[in-house]
């Protein structure tokens, strides 16, 4: 019998009434001969009510006991659900992600998922029933409660599907697939039909609020399909999956991440770089996006840099303090910043894009503070106020 893994954002389970439709929903695919496992998110806006409820307790909240705070909002979601199905007559089971399998590393709040030991899903899923997970959440190897931070539940669902050897996975939200940019900023967005692996994971790395970037990479390696759906209107779709390369550049949508931190360290000539930076990202733990470092003699430049997502970054303030304090006199932070970015293919290729890129943003007076690429990725640091006016730009001239 062939296994089939969906996934359940938080708009998708907002409420008692949706969490019925999913369960009517659920049953008429198991009706149809398959197995179902269902991971599922929060009920609506949950886990950022925990996390306020959190903040208004302590300004940086403990992240272990801030984890096992936020696992309880995909808890209530799971049984919710199984009780609906059960009261269908369809038998289900919910399941947290330890009990699931999920192991991760020990980071919290953003935690990776190193394992999947899916032994008790298979011995619910023999005996017939609808197996529901907890989605977003782990147990680290320590056997602490673990979350793994902003899309996790999608992680979850692949490396799910990926350990069960699925015939495919799909993802369900509030909106049918993907777009050629948020089409809260760009009105005439195009909906994408079909995206390769590498393509959505630089859009998710870029900070596109479609699937998680870990969890692309664990259907690429297990090379299952996805399947990005509106929960409750099934007229479009955009499928996921190996294909084959573009000939010529193109660009396929534009991207942002909005709230983004540089900090730069001037270097102590008197200390050892790779030391002080080594013990810089481990003593505080935390997500870097890009690193930097710049040694010129001539000019008598020495400094490194990394970009920080704050997303999952939960007590910031208080590591901007540590920071400040720890490098006194030669760090600087810059709070100010977004990213866009240009997702395509074939950018190494040749420069023409690049080039026309900055040409227009200069006609416009957009200032760059930073600019990367990729064979698949163009992205640029603007400032945060310019944001949308760069996103519509760009898109306009570059998305046929």
Not at 73 to 93: H, V
Not at 238 to 258: A, N
Not at 265 to 287: C, H, V, Y
Request: proline share 2%; aromatic share 6%.
């Amino acid at each position: 019998m062939s296994i089939i893994v969906q996934k359940y954002g938080g708009s998708s389970v907002s409420d008692v009434e949706k969490i019925k439709k999913i369960a009517i929903m659920i049953s008429s695919v198991k009706k149809e001969g398959h197995d179902i496992v269902a991971v599922v998110s929060a009920m609506g806006k949950t886990t950022n009510q925990l996390i306020e409820m959190a903040k208004s307790l302590s300004v940086s909240p403990d992240k272990r006991e801030l984890d096992m705070l936020l696992s309880t909002g995909e808890r209530i979601t799971m049984a919710m659900l199984c009780i609906a199905l059960n009261d269908l007559g369809i038998k289900a089971i919910s399941l947290t992600g330890s009990q699931s399998g999920i192991i991760t590393n020990d980071r919290y709040n953003d935690a990776r998922v190193i394992e999947i030991r899916p032994f008790r899903v298979q011995d619910e899923l023999a005996k017939g029933k609808v197996v529901v997970i907890g989605g977003f959440q782990g147990v680290s190897y320590r056997r602490d409660i673990t979350t793994l931070g902003r899309g996790g539940s999608d992680t979850s669902a692949v490396a799910m599907a990926a350990a069960l050897n699925a015939e495919r996975c799909e993802i369900y939200s509030d909106v049918d697939g993907v777009y050629s940019a948020d089409p809260n900023i760009v009105k005439d967005a195009k909906h994408l039909p079909e995206l390769s692996y590498q393509q959505i994971q630089e859009m998710a790395e870029a900070g596109a609020k479609v699937l998680n970037a870990q969890a692309i990479q664990f259907a690429k390696e297990s090379k299952i399909a996805i399947y990005a759906r509106s929960t409750f209107d099934d007229r479009k779709e955009t499928v996921i999956r190996k294909l084959d390369s573009q000939d010529s550049p193109e660009i396929i949508s534009v991207v942002h991440e909005e709230d983004i931190s540089r900090v730069t360290i001037k270097f102590d000539e008197s200390a050892n770089f790779t030391k002080e930076s080594a013990n810089l990202i481990s003593q505080f733990d935390f997500p870097i996006k890009e690193f930097n470092y710049l040694k010129d003699e001539t000019f008598n430049i020495s400094k490194y840099s990394f970009l920080i997502s704050k997303t999952n970054i939960h007590n910031w303030k208080n590591i901007e303090v540590h920071l400040k304090k720890s490098f006194s006199g030669r760090i600087s932070i810059d709070e100010h910043l977004s990213a866009v970015s240009l997702i395509g293919e074939g950018f190494s290729r040749e420069s023409r894009i690049i080039v026309e890129t900055l040409k227009l943003l200069a006609e416009n007076n957009i200032s760059i503070y930073g600019i990367s690429t990729s064979s698949f990725r163009i992205s640029l640091l603007i400032n945060k106020n310019l944001m949308n006016r760069t996103i519509k730009l760009l898109h306009d001239h570059w998305v046929k």
